[in-house]
């Protein structure tokens, strides 16, 4: 009797990690479609040295048709074309808040992706910051 309590507990525990697991997994809050289309992110050309505003949406749409396009054994984040000069040479940046200087992410080895190389301000870090002051 007492085994037969244990296993119907187990079972009712095992299928409940499975209609959760399930549930979670099916709602699609992550990926691409949950990006807003009114949201911007910086991106410059390595090329002609030109940086302007796009949609983070269409950003990753093309940074994703472009990793299909040219399947790689090791994940590398494939530059997309310049509106300005059509080369393929543009990456995701960052517009620092402070200085307005517009850098490409990770300017600053080891560091937030968000460092500017310039003034060395962070807005990840600032954030951070702020956050732990008011704990």
């Known amino acids: 009797m ?24 099916g709602k699609g809050g992550a990926g691409i479609n949950s990006i807003a289309d009114s949201q911007m992110i910086w991106v410059k050309c390595a090329k002609c040295n030109q940086s302007y ?30 509106q300005k000069c059509g080369q393929d040479a543009v990456r995701k940046a960052f517009k620092c808040e402070k200085c307005g200087e517009v850098f490409f992410a990770n300017s600053v080895p080891a560091d937030f992706e968000d460092r500017c190389p310039k003034c060395k301000h962070s807005a990840t870090e600032a954030k951070r910051k702020a956050r732990l002051g008011q704990q």
């Open 2 to 25: 007492k085994n037969t309590i244990y296993a119907v507990v187990i079972a009712i525990c095992i299928l409940g990690a499975i209609v959760v697991f399930v549930s979670r997994r």
């Open 53 to 82: 505003e796009m949609g983070e949406k269409q950003y990753y749409r093309e940074l994703e048709e472009k990793a299909k396009a040219n399947p790689s054994p090791i994940p590398v984040a494939m530059p997309l074309k310049c």
